[in-house]
């Protein structure tokens, strides 16, 4: 089973207008949820992350993502989007392996358009 | 501070060659994490090194190998290179794995033809 499903591959959005985009988990991974971006020829830089604590994680560039442990979700928001935000966005999460250690699993990625 | 950087940006090999890709981590930092990205498979764990030691490591056959330096730089190796490695070659360093910090770089952008 995957560990972290995006089930939207595109998502277009008009300038201005709000967005989610969503994420779900395994409930047999770990808890610790982050979200990255992605713009054309680049690395991934981190948006926000939930380790604990309060569900509601406020992050860079606007964004926010809500944790809800019921629905095994991490759904990533923005109020009103800006044609700068188009990009790909990464759901992750830790998965504990066999060693003991850890490591990032990716979702396979939401690429988000934003038209004028 | 200076972020995560790796180098070269951008890689032309041929079939049956070997290359070798570098990745010098936050100062600090002492966990290396190395992910390949390509668009049918997505986003790959390689393998992970914590102070020179392969900590672990993903499903890849061994002609992907790494190591780590004393000074955190870590190194990537890819022999007998087959088409399907053309990817974007990612590393991410944090001071520790287990503090679910990691700093991603740019990528290596390897073309194999």
């Known amino acids: 089973a995957q560990s972290v499903t995006q089930l939207d591959s595109q998502v277009p959005v008009f300038e201005e207008a709000p967005v989610e985009l969503r994420c779900n988990y395994s409930?047999?991974?770990?808890?610790?949820l982050f979200w990255y971006v992605q713009y054309p020829n680049q690395g991934l830089q981190l948006l926000l992350k939930?380790?604990?604590?309060?569900?509601l994680v406020k992050g860079i560039n606007g964004f926010e993502a809500e944790f809800n442990k019921s629905q095994t979700s991490f759904h990533l928001r923005k109020p009103s989007v800006h044609i700068s935000d188009t990009a790909e966005y990464f759901c992750?999460?830790?998965?504990?392996?066999?060693?003991?250690?850890?490591?990032?699993?990716f979702g396979t990625g939401t690429r988000l358009l934003v038209s004028p | 501070k200076a972020g995560v950087t790796q180098t070269p940006r951008y890689l032309i090999k041929t079939r049956g060659q070997q290359v070798t890709l570098s990745c010098s981590p936050i100062?600090?930092?002492?966990?290396v994490s190395w992910y390949q990205q390509t668009p049918g498979q997505g986003l790959q764990f390689l393998f992970e090194?914590?102070?020179?030691?392969?900590?672990n490591k993903g499903n890849f056959p061994g002609r992907f190998s790494g190591r780590q330096f004393s000074n955190s730089r870590s190194e990537m190796n890819v022999s007998t290179l087959e088409l399907g490695d053309s990817a974007l070659y990612l590393c991410?360093?944090?001071?520790?794995?287990?503090?679910?910090?990691?700093?991603f770089g740019s990528g290596t952008r390897l073309t194999v033809v």
């Open positions: 992750a999460v830790i998965v504990i392996m066999n060693t003991g250690f850890q490591k990032l699993v």
């Open positions: 991410a360093s944090s001071l520790d794995s287990q503090n679910y910090g990691y700093t």
């Open positions: 100062s600090g930092h002492r966990s």
């Open positions: 409930s047999s991974v770990s808890v610790y």
């Open positions: 939930y380790l604990s604590g309060s569900t």
């Open positions: 090194y914590f102070s020179e030691t392969q900590r």
